[in-house]
């Protein structure tokens, strides 16, 4: 089944201790990005990635990191979460020739106290 | 990218068609109009597209206007399932910068028995 997972579903965690949100295709798809998603500001893209080695920046990528080092995988990196970084955050992925029909994954719901 | 807009809500019977409609007055001749939707906090899922045509698929029809300043998307026979966020988006369709999907306040449709 094509499709994107996302772990962990949800996380709690404290400020300043670094967490990981993995993110996985099995769809061969070229284009990765992240997003997040906040009650009254839509979805926000972080970071994208065009293909292996290359990433940039979306829309806010201040507290983030990223890398491209497989195909399927587009890891997020939170190195020292703070509180305005909780949130819902969406990893999708998509093929080159229709770059507009992303997949989205379920979804990583976390909470920074 | 062109920018949208939406009702920020609607109600539909279940069994009936759905209308949703969408304005964008400043569409340039180079983008497409593309409908997603969002199932309650689930990622977005891809419905349909289309440039000046109208479109069908499995899901749901896309009329666009002739002037292309607006469109409607029907779902021919709404179902309690079809209940979600319905986001219009405009954008070119190669890869604009980031491979960015710009995601408004969309229509929350409320189908009802």
């Known amino acids: ?113 | 990218d062109a920018k949208t807009t939406q009702p920020p809500s609607m109600d539909c019977a279940e069994g009936r068609a759905a209308n949703l409609p969408c304005n964008h007055s400043t569409i340039s001749g180079n983008e497409y109009v593309y409908w997603y939707r969002q199932i309650h906090s689930q990622g977005p899922q891809y419905i349909i597209h289309g440039l000046k045509n109208n479109e069908t698929n499995e899901m749901a029809s896309l009329i666009i206007t002739e002037d292309r300043k607006s469109s409607t998307l029907i779902l021919p026979h709404a179902t309690l399932r079809d209940t979600a966020v319905y986001y219009c988006i405009v954008r070119r369709s190669d890869n604009n910068a980031g491979n960015m999907l710009t995601f408004g306040g969309g229509t929350r449709l409320m189908v009802k028995p």
């Open chain 1, 1 to 113: 089944e094509a499709q994107v997972t996302q772990n962990p579903r949800y996380l709690i965690t404290v400020t300043g201790k670094k967490l990981t949100v993995t993110c996985s295709q099995n769809m061969n798809h070229e284009y990765m990005s992240w997003y997040r998603q906040d009650p009254g500001l839509g979805l926000r893209q972080i970071y994208y990635s065009m293909n292996v080695e290359v990433t940039d920046k979306g829309d806010v990528p201040e507290g983030y990191k990223v890398s491209r080092k497989e195909k399927r995988n587009f890891p997020l990196i939170l190195e020292s979460p703070s509180p305005n970084q909780t949130s819902l955050y969406f990893c999708a992925s998509s093929s080159r020739g229709r770059s507009y029909e992303q997949y989205f994954g379920p979804g990583t719901r976390l909470t920074v106290t």
